[in-house]
C-alpha cells in the first residue's frame, strides 16, 4: 500500500514529525480545507483509541491490553480441548480399527480364494480349464442336493 505525499504529511502532523515552518503551513491548509480537517479529526481519534489500549509493560514500553473476559473466553476454549491422553487413546483406537480392518480383508480373501478352490473354480492340477459335467451329471447332483434339503427339513417336525 504506498501512500501519497499528502497522506504522509498528514501522519508526520498527527505524529509531530513536522518542524514550525511546516507545521504553521499545514494548519493553515487545514483551516481552509474542511476535507483535510476531517482526515486529520479521524486520525488523531484512531491515535487516541490506540494510545488508550495502550498499557505501560514491565521494561517500560508500552504494550497493548486485552478486551475484558479474552483470557477467560481463551481459556474455556482450551478446556474444551481433548487432553493428551484422550488424544493417545483416540490414536490408540484408530491404530486398532486399522488393524482389525487389514485382518478381516485378509480373512475374507482366504476365505474367498478357499471357497473358489472347494468349489473347482480354482483347478487343483494347475490347468486353466474349468471341469464341466454332462447334463446328466448336473441332474444328478441337483437332485441329490434337493433330496437333502427336504430331509434335513422333515428331521425338524419328527422331533415335534
Known amino acids: 500500500m504506498s501512500f501519497s505525499k499528502s497522506d504522509q504529511e498528514l501522519q508526520r502532523y498527527v ?6 515552518s511546516e507545521a504553521a503551513t499545514f ?3 487545514m483551516l481552509s480545507d474542511t476535507d483535510l480537517r476531517q482526515r486529520v479529526e479521524a486520525m488523531e481519534q484512531a ?7 495502550a498499557d ?7 504494550i497493548a491490553v486485552a478486551p475484558a473476559g479474552f483470557t477467560a473466553s481463551v ?4 478446556r474444551r480441548l481433548p487432553s493428551r491422553e484422550q ?3 483416540n490414536d490408540m483406537v484408530e491404530t486398532t480399527v486399522r488393524l482389525c480392518r487389514r485382518l478381516l480383508i485378509a480373512a475374507a480373501l482366504l476365505l474367498g480364494l478357499g471357497l473358489g478352490w472347494q468349489s473347482g473354480l480354482l483347478s487343483p492340477n494347475g490347468s486353466d480349464e474349468i471341469e464341466a459335467g454332462t ?3 448336473v441332474e444328478a447332483e441337483m437332485q441329490r442336493l434337493d433330496d ?3 430331509k434335513s427339513m422333515e428331521a425338524p417336525r419328527r422331533g415335534k
Not at 481459556?75 to 482450551?78: G, K
Open 87 to 89: 488424544l493417545q487413546q
Open 75 to 78: 481459556m474455556a476454549e482450551v
Open 56 to 62: 505501560v509493560g514491565p521494561s517500560g514500553g508500552r
Open 15 to 20: 505524529d509531530g514529525q513536522l518542524s514550525e
Open 47 to 53: 491515535q487516541a483509541g490506540f494510545a488508550a489500549a
Open 135 to 137: 447334463q446328466a451329471e
Open 148 to 150: 437333502m434339503i427336504m
Open 27 to 29: 494548519v493553515a491548509r
